[in-house]
């Protein structure tokens, strides 16, 4: 069984930065795809971004694009969602997903079956 822990979530204002990371609880996770999804309170989960096993493809939804950045170390068992540029819009409960599979990723969460429990992200002034 995988275990996911999300870390790095808080409050920010406008404008600024947040990195959140994505630790398994154990080694192999550079054969897992990892999703990063979010939700807002009365509104659906969203599939934010993703990034393939290998790392050579990620995946990300319109209204974050330009602003976030996806990217694994699997040396630590840890991928990372680093986020600029965030909005009041950016406001949700962000979770870390994984899928043991190969080829390139999706975003649908129907596409992962471990997750973890969440982070909340708060973008206000």
């Known amino acids: 069984q995988l275990q996911l822990v999300e870390s790095g979530g808080g409050l920010v204002q406008p404008g600024g930065s947040l990195r959140l990371s994505c630790a398994a609880s154990?080694?192999?996770?550079?054969?897992?795809?990892i999703g990063w999804f979010r939700q807002a309170p009365g509104k659906e989960r969203e599939g934010v971004s993703c990034?393939?096993?290998?790392?050579?493809?990620?995946n990300y939804v319109d209204s974050v694009k330009g602003r976030f950045t996806i990217s694994r170390d699997n040396a630590k068992n840890t991928v990372y969602l680093q986020m600029n540029s965030l909005k009041p819009e950016d406001t949700a409960v962000y979770y870390c997903?994984?899928?043991?599979?190969?080829?390139?990723?999706?975003?649908?969460?129907?596409?992962?079956?471990?997750w973890g429990q969440g982070t909340q992200v708060t973008v206000s002034s």
């Open positions: 990034i393939s096993s290998s790392g050579g493809n990620t």
């Open positions: 154990r080694g192999g996770l550079d054969y897992y795809h």
């Open positions: 997903a994984a899928d043991f599979r190969a080829g390139p990723c999706f975003r649908q969460a129907t596409s992962y079956r471990y």
